[in-house]
C-alpha cells in the first residue's frame, strides 16, 4: 500500500498498539505510536522534577521543549529522548501516573501534533493513539476506534508489564486506566472520542487474531 494512513484510536490498553504494529506489517506500512511520544515527554519531564501530585512547572517544560529531540524509529520502535533509549522506561508506573497531565498542555501537543505528521510526509504508516483519526490526520484513509472492559484491559495491561519486569497490581492498574481515560475524554484540546468516520471494534471477547482478521476484512470490504 503507498501513502495510505491508518488511524487507531481508543483507550487505554484496549490492544491499540499491538495491533497497529501487526497490522503495519503485514501491510508494508511504518508502524508509529504516538502514545510512546507522550510518555517519552513525560519521562524527560519527570527526570527534571518538573511535576509530581500536586505541582506541575509548565513553565519549564514549555521552555525545555525548545531543547528536547523526541525520536521514534518507525522500523525498531525504538523511542529515544535526546540520544538516549527510553523505550522500557516510559512503560513504568511514574510515567503511567503523569502522562495523561503532561499530554493535556497545549504546547505539548502542538509539539508533538508538528512531528506526527511530518512522520506522514515521505510514506505511508499505521499510527495509533487518541486524537489521530480527529486530529493528527482527519483525513486518514481507515479509522478504527478501539473498546473494551475496563477488567479485560487492565488484566492484559497486568500480564504485559509483568513479563517486561514491571512490579504492578490488578487494583493499581485498573486505576490508572481509568483515570487516564477519563482525564484523555474530559481535556478540552484534541479529546479522546471516536471520529464520527471511525469503524469501532470492542476487542472484550476478541483474541489477537480475531481483532486482527477482523481489521483486515474491514479494510478489504470499504
Ligand atoms: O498504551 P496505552 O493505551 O496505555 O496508552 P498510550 O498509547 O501509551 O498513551 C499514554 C497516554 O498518552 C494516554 O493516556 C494519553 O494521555 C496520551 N496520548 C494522547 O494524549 N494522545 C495520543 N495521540 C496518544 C497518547
Known amino acids: 500500500?503507498?501513502?495510505?494512513?491508518?488511524?487507531?484510536?481508543?483507550?487505554?490498553?484496549?490492544g491499540k498498539s499491538t495491533l497497529a504494529k501487526k497490522l503495519s506489517q503485514h501491510l508494508g506500512?511504518?508502524?508509529?505510536?504516538?502514545?510512546?511520544?507522550?510518555?517519552?515527554?513525560?519521562?524527560?519531564?519527570?527526570?527534571?522534577?518538573?511535576?509530581s501530585d500536586d505541582n506541575l512547572n509548565e513553565l519549564a517544560i514549555e521552555k525545555g521543549l525548545d531543547n528536547l529531540n523526541i525520536f521514534?524509529?518507525?522500523?525498531?520502535?525504538i523511542l529515544s529522548v535526546n540520544g538516549i533509549d527510553v523505550t522500557e522506561?516510559?512503560?513504568?508506573?511514574?510515567?503511567?501516573?503523569?502522562?495523561s497531565q503532561i499530554a493535556k498542555?497545549?504546547?505539548?501537543?502542538?509539539?508533538?501534533l508538528n512531528q506526527q505528521r511530518q512522520m506522514s510526509l515521505r510514506a505511508g504508516l499505521v499510527m495509533d493513539g487518541r486524537d489521530i483519526g480527529t486530529v493528527v490526520f482527519p483525513n486518514a484513509d481507515f479509522k478504527f476506534f478501539f473498546t473494551?472492559?475496563?477488567?479485560?484491559?487492565?488484566?492484559?495491561?497486568?500480564?504485559?508489564?509483568?513479563?517486561?519486569?514491571h512490579q504492578a497490581n490488578f487494583a493499581d492498574v485498573?486505576?490508572?486506566?481509568?483515570?487516564?481515560?477519563?482525564?484523555?475524554?474530559?481535556?478540552?484540546?484534541?479529546?479522546?472520542?471516536?471520529?464520527?468516520?471511525?469503524?469501532?471494534?470492542n476487542t472484550s471477547e476478541l483474541s489477537l487474531e480475531q481483532a486482527f482478521d477482523l481489521l483486515i476484512a474491514k479494510i478489504n470490504t470499504k
Open 29 to 51: 506500512l511504518r508502524y508509529v505510536d504516538s502514545g510512546a511520544l507522550f510518555r517519552g515527554i513525560t519521562f524527560w519531564v519527570l527526570k527534571n522534577g518538573w511535576v
Open 148 to 165: 473494551a472492559k475496563p477488567e479485560v484491559r487492565a488484566q492484559r495491561r497486568l500480564e504485559e508489564m509483568e513479563a517486561s519486569g
Open 89 to 99: 522506561a516510559i512503560r513504568s508506573k511514574e510515567v503511567s501516573a503523569q502522562v
Open 174 to 201: 485498573l486505576k490508572n486506566i481509568l483515570d487516564r481515560d477519563r482525564i484523555d475524554s474530559q481535556r478540552k484540546i484534541s479529546p479522546l472520542k471516536k471520529a464520527a468516520d471511525a469503524i469501532e471494534i
Open 105 to 112: 498542555l497545549s504546547f505539548v501537543r502542538s509539539f508533538l
Open 1 to 14: 500500500m503507498d501513502k495510505v494512513i491508518i488511524a487507531i484510536d481508543g483507550f487505554a490498553s484496549t
Open 72 to 77: 521514534f524509529d518507525s522500523v525498531t520502535n
